[in-house]
């Protein structure tokens, strides 16, 4: 629901331009479309990832090791990245079996979005 929305006010922005055809989620593949997964993945793991990486630098900056930084950061740098690369290589082969079910996967998302922050919401203003 929510995203069906949106959808259509940055359609209605961008009307059929190429702009608009290139960020749609069936016609991008390859580079530009693990580029854009990055991208996204990245925004929203930004929270997730700060806490860990500043828990490495602290123990880095507290014992004064800077190989043994190094190497922590080199697997956290792996253990990171190599999901991410198989999710950008693989997400066109993988996903384009859901293609034709897009509008219910999208509605469905919206509503488990929108109960989750009633959820939060209630959950606030009820906890006295």
């Known amino acids: 629901m ?12 961008i009307p059929n331009t190429r702009l608009s055809t290139r960020l749609s989620a069936t ?45 922590l950061l080199v697997i956290y740098s792996l253990g990171l ?5 198989a999710i950008a290589y693989t997400s066109h082969f993988t996903l384009k079996p859901f293609v034709k079910y897009s509008v219910i996967i999208k509605r469905i998302s919206g509503i488990i979005l929108v109960l ?6 209630f959950l606030y203003l009820f906890q006295l």
Do not use: H, K
């Open 2 to 13: 929510i995203f069906d929305v949106i959808e259509r006010r940055i359609r209605a922005i």
């Open 27 to 71: 016609n991008v593949g390859g580079a530009a479309g693990g580029l854009m997964l990055g991208v996204s993945l990245g925004i929203v793991w930004t929270p997730c990832i700060g806490p860990i990486l500043g828990a490495i630098l602290m123990m880095v900056a507290v014992q004064g090791d800077i190989l043994y930084g190094g190497i």
């Open 81 to 85: 990245g190599l999901p991410l690369l």
């Open 116 to 121: 989750a922050g009633l959820y939060f919401i």
